[in-house]
Nanobody, 121 residues
Framework: QVQLVESGGGLVQAGGSLRLSCAAS????????MAWYRQAPGKQRELVAA???????NYADSVKGRFTISRDNAKNTVNLLMNSLKPEDTAVYYC???????????????WGQGTQVTVSS
């Protein structure tokens, strides 16, 4: 019932910008922390940025100063604005959120299907 759907991925030139968005839908009671992860071919999945329900953020050192994570609690969305993109940012980006469904006691970590970001040199 609960789903996360990413959008905004694509092909951009180095130095360009891209905005990713992720929308949660379904029988949702509340959403805790939300985050963006990425995984490049041959590499482990890594945390890119995270944001709590109160708006506290943290970033990977590799993207600090270039990426900005934000959320809209009224719309159940999380966004990632990526500026000054580099070829090493190329990866599949995944949305993650801690969600408590309606009428369910415990919360659970949900994942989107991923969106491809490719940065050309």
């Amino acid at each position: 019932q609960v789903q996360l759907v990413e959008s905004g991925g694509g092909l951009v030139q180095a130095g360009g910008s891209l905005r990713l968005s992720c929308a949660a839908s379904g029988t949702i009671f509340s959403i805790g922390s939300m985050a963006w992860y990425r995984q490049a071919p041959g590499k482990q999945r890594e945390l890119v940025a995270a944001i709590t329900s109160r708006g506290t953020t943290n970033y990977a050192d590799s993207v600090k100063g270039r990426f900005t994570i934000s959320r809209d609690n009224a719309k159940n969305t999380v966004n990632l604005l990526m500026n000054s993109l580099k070829p090493e940012d190329t990866a599949v980006y995944y949305c993650n959120a801690d969600i408590k469904p309606r009428l369910i006691t415990a919360s659970n970590a949900y994942w989107g299907q991923g969106t491809q970001v490719t940065v050309s040199s």
